[in-house]
């Protein structure tokens, strides 16, 4: 049989989740260069928001997501102001270990209110698929990488066209003169990390039709989603796409065509990482460090 | 010596012997009640709690203390916790872990002062290699292979297997790779073709890939290994790719009310094990020990008064264990060894049947609860294919 077609396939659609899962985790980085640790943990949450509104109150997790995002967005623009803000010119391992510590106490705040037991939520187009010939599309797959797509669309349009986005832009490419231009820096940092954090709510609630819901699944997705954002290189946006879709044709190639590929793929990651920065070792994107 | 002071000796060891009677006999529970088997310990610290309330607080005159910890589900942590229980608190007995990896764990340090040790789980064959032989070790549910010498006897005596095709799937984890090579050399052994085997990484978001390469081999049999996690993505993705593979097995999860409820209407037509379903077997009350031991249903009912939620293995086994050491312990006293021993040669009927252990004849000394039903999940209802003597009715197709 030829794989072709449907590794084509699953590959694009995982790639559109990776996307999703990363935009935010460079974006933290490129603005506000911080190493955000509890990047996985929002994902989480977002995953389990999703579920709870369809199992309580049986809202689609895609009608849900963007209220989610918006509390997600007003949570990590608070946190960021409590927590993150009185860190920023201190050195970088405090920065990680303080996103690392809160990220232990949102996996175990969630182990206590909702146990580590599996949820996942079934909307109507879970199990649904799309034939064509051979090749099969699952809907709820193509929906998540819809989703991706609009929300990916709507950040780069934002990014080169929104007021906010512009600022954004101007302070990742040099603080000291969006300062001088105006621009409200520390505001403008906690509101990127708001953005961030919205964006990783937003994958976790695709994910929760996908695959199974638990407080633990966070961490995973972040060592993940590090190894595309060096790929692509550190703080770009662009780069962390182009190492999203990079990543997942070679993992969904793995597991296609190499014997227990599939058992490879966490080292498919970051053999394409290695090899990546042995060629360009700022990444795909990224732009050599100054000096 | 004088009078007066052997007197006086006397008086100071009879004091000492008092104050040792009235210690409190300790009881080491190291479950996982967080970390990633989490949902596995605090089913089983219910279960231990419930027999604690039901049993009372004191045994054979002395006050019971259960010093509940938690080894994180972390291998490190396992070893800490258990090394402080055995060597400062003194501990003769022991419940817990659960779970493969973290009962392998506690393996060295319980070799310190090998407590009484009840490890209602682990069914990696890792831990009867390692202290299955010791007259202390007591293992109290099934072992991997357990698993699939009963799915393929229940699969012979529910198909003609002749000639039938099964491809494994299973997840990059401790227990994936313990229960793999069982399933191959059993399935092969019972005549099984074994078609596919593939391993998946665990937490893998897409498993498409290899549902695809399994579909080209044309398996009428799917085997999937893995912990509830990944057996909640191979149940949904499979179902979305509706492949037709007639029979599906999934041997640990699918008897887990969290992974029913995660796979929703995928879950129809799985097939698994069970050591024990609530409301389909009811074993008599125990004769001597009616109050603590009475017959499944009263149990059960005592059990959903308590808690309000229908009980679930754990629930029942680490109940029972608790029992029988208790009862144990008011038979001979607090002496490891004669408790042991007296353990080891009771057999108490319990709400989950027999309890009595005997050897597996693959290295472990004492085992028991390793019978075990196979169902098969239809319209949201567990229908049991085997023991014969259970059966509620007839294998089926998987729907698709």
Redesign the interface.
């Known amino acids: ?1 030829n ?1 072709i077609g ?2 084509l396939i ?1 590959a694009i659609l ?1 790639g559109g ?1 990776y996307t999703l899962m990363v935009m935010g985790l460079a974006l933290s980085f490129g603005v506000i260069r911080i190493i955000n640790f509890m990047h996985g943990e929002a994902i989480m949450l977002g995953a389990y928001g999703a579920y709870w509104a369809f199992a309580l109150y049986g809202v689609d997790p895609l009608l849900v997501l963007p209220l989610l995002m918006m509390l997600g967005a007003a949570a990590g623009y608070v946190l960021f102001k409590t927590t993150i803000a009185p860190v920023l010119n201190a050195p970088h391992e405090n920065q990680i270990l303080l996103t690392f510590g809160l990220g232990l106490i949102l996996t ?1 705040v969630a ?1 206590i209110l909702w ?6 939520s ?1 909307p109507p187009y ?4 799309l034939n064509f010939g051979d090749i ?1 599309v ?3 797959r193509l929906l998540g990488f819809s989703t991706a797509a609009v929300l990916i669309g709507a950040m780069f349009i934002w990014l080169k066209y929104g007021e906010l986005g512009r600022a954004s832009r101007a302070i990742a490419q040099d603080r000291d003169a969006a300062t001088l231009m105006g621009i409200n820096v520390p505001h403008m940092y906690a509101f990127s990390f708001g953005v961030s954090t919205a964006l990783a709510v937003a994958s976790g609630a695709i ?1 929760s039709f ?3 819901v ?1 407080p ?2 966070g961490f ?1 997705m972040l060592v993940k989603g590090f190894a595309i954002v060096i790929l692509g290189g550190v703080g770009s946006v662009i780069g962390a796409v182009a190492g999203s879709f990079l990543l997942a044709f070679a ?2 190639a793995v ?2 065509y190499v014997p ?7 080292a498919v990651a970051f053999g394409v990482l290695f090899l990546t920065l042995l060629i360009r070792p700022y990444g795909i994107a990224g732009r050599p460090a100054a000096g | 010596m004088t009078i007066a002071l052997r007197v006086a000796a006397a008086f100071v060891l009879s004091l000492c012997s008092l104050a040792q009677a009235q210690e409190p006999i300790k009881i080491g529970v190291v479950l996982e009640l ?6 596995f310990g ?1 089913t089983c610290e219910t279960g231990v709690k419930f027999a604690s309330e039901v049993w009372g607080d004191t045994v054979a005159g002395r006050k019971i203390e259960f010093l509940y910890n938690d080894d994180q589900s972390d291998a490190a942590a396992t070893v800490a916790t258990l090394t402080h229980l055995i060597s400062q608190d003194k501990i003769n007995y022991l419940m817990g872990p659960l779970s493969s990896p973290i009962a392998a764990a506690a393996i060295g340090p319980w070799r310190q002062g090998k407590p009484i040790w009840f490890v209602p789980g682990g069914s990696t064959t890792t831990i009867e290699k390692e202290v299955g032989p010791e007259p202390m070790f007591f293992h109290t549910l099934p072992y991997a292979y357990h698993y699939y010498k009963t799915i393929t006897e229940a699969l012979k005596y529910q198909l003609d297997t002749t000639k039938k095709k099964v491809a494994i799937l299973y997840v ?1 984890d401790n227990y994936g790779r313990t229960h793999q090579p069982l399933a191959h050399q059993y399935f092969t052994q019972a005549g099984f073709e074994i078609v596919a085997e ?4 665990a ?8 549902l ?2 399994i579909a ?1 081999t044309k398996p009428d049999i799917l085997l999937g290994i893995g912990q ?3 057996s ?2 191979l149940a ?2 499979l ?4 492949l037709n593979i007639p029979y599906l097995i999934g041997p640990g999860s699918t008897q887990l009310r ?2 029913q ?6 879950q129809e037509g799985w097939i698994g094990i069970a050591y024990y379903v609530p409301g389909v077997v009811n074993w008599p009350a125990n004769k001597d020990y009616p109050r603590v031991l009475p017959s499944t249903a009263e149990w059960e009912k005592m059990f959903e008064a308590r808690f309000k939620y229908e009980p679930n293995y754990h629930n029942l086994v680490c109940y029972i264990n608790i029992m029988q050491l208790l009862i144990a312990i008011e038979k001979v006293g607090d002496d490891k060894e004669k408790v042991a021993a007296e353990i080891a040669k009771m057999d108490l009927m319990t709400p989950m049947g027999s309890g009595k252990f005997a050897p597996t004849g693959q290295g472990t000394l004492n085992q028991s609860f390793k019978d075990m039903m196979v169902f098969q999940r239809h319209n949201g209802k567990n229908v049991l294919l085997f023991p014969a003597e259970v059966a509620t009715g007839k294998i089926a197709v998987a729907p698709r």
């Open positions: 049989m794989f449907q590794a699953d995982l989740i175990n182990l146990t580590g037991n599996e949820r996942s079934n879970t199990f649904a698929s099969v699952p809907v709820s994910c996908i695959f199974a638990t633990f699944m995973d993992e969904t597991a296609y227990n590929g599939n058992g490879w793929s966490e | 967080s970390g990633r088997f989490s949902a605090h990059d593939e391993v998946v990484r937490n893998s978001p897409d498993l498409n890939p290899v695809t390469k080209q509830t996690t990944d909640v993505t949904k993705q179902y979305t790719r509706n969290e992974w409820d995660s796979a929703g209407e995928a």
